[in-house]
Each structure stands twice: as structure tokens, then as C-alpha cells.
């Protein structure tokens, strides 16, 4: 995780849908690395229930754990009223849209529900939480992070959108055959568009914005491989 270590100059980050998977990794790594930032910020929709992320806080005093369901407006308008106390006047330096959900169907079963309800979570859930999180995005850009800098990065202010391969209509036509989700497959793609429009939109804000696939992870829902 060489580029992790520019957390090091990060004040603060969030990182949504942190009660298992890759969100949980990401909190771990980050709060036990020599590259840790000031603020871990640890969402899930039911924080009582995550026994793993409620350990690896125990083991960190920087995380913080919230409660954000990313499809309810209301938790996320909650979610920013709590996550301003805890930067204060120092903004949010790093927003991460990791939460999502991977509903399975091909061709001949998908249904509509199944396309909005992970197109819901996984591409507008994102937009919203940005939305909503902007001002203390835009607090921390203002600040110019460490040392003052000018430069976008998450030392200053960043959005990463955690998406996937499979969302790239030119680079994975060779999985087709072989992962034939059309609601997850679509929303990655949505939402691969949504990075691009809102990198355009907050760059004069001095706020970067980036989709990043993170590659296969053996998760519950990466699934197991050979």
C-alpha cells in the first residue's frame, strides 16, 4: 500500500460501509499502519451488530465509529452533523464511498427491483453522501491541508469512489461470459460517469475526485476464487 502512506498527511477520513469486507480492511490498515491518519471515521448501518469493526476500534483510539445507512437521507444528513463535531473547524480531508452491495442476476432472471436497488446504493448513494458531505469537504480544501498546500489530494480534500473492472464497458468484455451481473455490472458503470462529472465539478473547490478499482478481494462478496 505504497500510495497509502500519503494518509500520513490526512487529517481525517470516512470511509463507508465498514462493518466487514474491504471498508473493515481499509479501517484496520489504516489505523495499525505507520501511515495512519488523525481520524478514522468508520461507518455502518447497524453499529451495535459489527462485532469485528467495534474489536479493531477498541485497538485504536483514532477510529470513530458512526451509524450511515447509505440509502436513507435522513442517516446521512445525521451522519454529517456527527462527523462535523468530530473534525470541527478542520473540515473532512478524505471521503470514501466504499459501501455497496452486489445483487446478483443475469439476462433472464434481473428485474427492475434488482437494478434500482443496486443501482441505488451504488451509484445515487455516492452522490448523495458527497452532496451532503460537501461543506465539510470544501472546509478542508479552504484549509490547504498540510503545511498549506495548494495541490488536491487527500492531504487537502478527496473523494474516492470505490468501483470496479467489471463497471468498464472497454476493459472487461472478456468477463461477460463469466460474470453476468447486470444490476452490480450497470451501477459500477453509473457510477464510473458519476466520478467524472463530480471530478469536473469539485475540482474548483480544490477538491480531487476518483474512481479506483481495487481489484479482486476475497470478501463475502468477492466471493472465493479456485
Not at 25 to 35: D, I, K, Y
Not at 113 to 141: C, G, S, W
Not at 163 to 181: H, R, T
Request: proline share 4%.
Amino acid at each position: 500500500m505504497n500510495g497509502a502512506l500519503g494518509f500520513r498527511n490526512c487529517g481525517s477520513v470516512l470511509i463507508t460501509g465498514a462493518s466487514r469486507g474491504l471498508g473493515l480492511q481499509m479501517v484496520e490498515t489504516l489505523a495499525s499502519g505507520a501511515f495512519s491518519p488523525g481520524k478514522i471515521i468508520a461507518t455502518a448501518r447497524n453499529p451495535a451488530a459489527a462485532q469485528k469493526l467495534q474489536e479493531v476500534a477498541q485497538k485504536y483510539p483514532n477510529i470513530h465509529i458512526i451509524t450511515l445507512d447509505v440509502v436513507s437521507q435522513e442517516s446521512i444528513d445525521k451522519a454529517v452533523e456527527a462527523v462535523a463535531q468530530l473534525v470541527k473547524e478542520d473540515g473532512l480531508n478524505c471521503l470514501i464511498n466504499n459501501a455497496g452491495v452486489n445483487v446478483v442476476a443475469d439476462f433472464h432472471n434481473v428485474t427492475p427491483d434488482m437494478m434500482i436497488e443496486n443501482y441505488h446504493t451504488n451509484t445515487v448513494a455516492p452522490v448523495m453522501i458527497t452532496k451532503a458531505f460537501l461543506p465539510l469537504l470544501k472546509q478542508a480544501a479552504s484549509r490547504g491541508g498540510a503545511g498549506g498546500s495548494a495541490t488536491m489530494g487527500i492531504h487537502r480534500a478527496a473523494v474516492i469512489n470505490i468501483s470496479s473492472m467489471l463497471g468498464s464497458v472497454a476493459l472487461s468484455l472478456e468477463m461477460v461470459q463469466i460474470f453476468k451481473y447486470y444490476p452490480y455490472r450497470a451501477s459500477k458503470s453509473a457510477l464510473n460517469m458519476m466520478s467524472r462529472c463530480m471530478a469536473a465539478d469539485l475540482k474548483p473547490d480544490g477538491i480531487l475526485c476518483m474512481a479506483i478499482h481495487p481489484g479482486w478481494v476475497r470478501t463475502d462478496m468477492g466471493g472465493v476464487r479456485g
